[in-house]
């Protein structure tokens, strides 16, 4: 089987090196947002301890004070990973278009993939999720009902 080189000529590698700064620029937004969503975790937990545990009259509230510093925390490792390879990508294609390396290069491209695919798993998950939502809300509806 024959085997064939694949070439970038200037404007691949002029919209790839574009591509890369904007990447790179969210990816560092997204890093920057991580932080707030740590400093919001850390803000709550700090903030909500000072509740009374027998406040009664906060409700739910008071039940969920400890879970929402928990859910900010996760969220933010749950969103750090796919920043993390964005980053990834961002950095080692601006890299390998500036020296013609092949290896980072390639190592850029499977940065994306892993990007992508993060996201790609994350949407049928929360899709999922909205079903599992929406049936368990038309089953208490149909329950009520009769």
């Given amino acids: ?14 919209a790839l090196r574009e591509g890369a700064k904007w990447s790179f ?10 932080g707030f969503m740590i400093l919001a975790a850390l803000f709550m937990t700090v903030a909500l301890s000072s509740i009374p545990e027998e406040a009664t009259e906060l409700g739910y509230f008071g039940a969920l004070k400890g879970f929402m510093s928990f859910l900010y925390f996760g969220l933010a490792a749950l969103y750090f990973f796919p920043i993390y390879y964005l980053y990834k990508y961002s950095s080692n294609m601006k890299t390998a278009l500036q020296f013609n390396d092949q290896n980072l290069l390639t190592d850029a491209f499977v940065n994306l993939k892993s990007h992508y695919k993060f996201l790609g798993i994350s949407v049928i998950v929360v899709i999922s999720l909205y079903i599992l939502i929406l049936f368990g809300g038309l089953f208490a509806i149909a329950s009520s009902v009769s």
Avoid: D, Y
């Avoid at 070439?7 to 691949?12: C, G, K, T």
């Avoid at 620029?25 to 991580?34: D, E, K, Y």
């Fill in 1 to 14: 089987m024959e085997q064939k080189n694949l070439e970038l000529n200037q404007l691949a590698k002029e």
């Fill in 25 to 34: 620029f969210l990816s560092i937004m997204g890093f920057i947002g991580v």
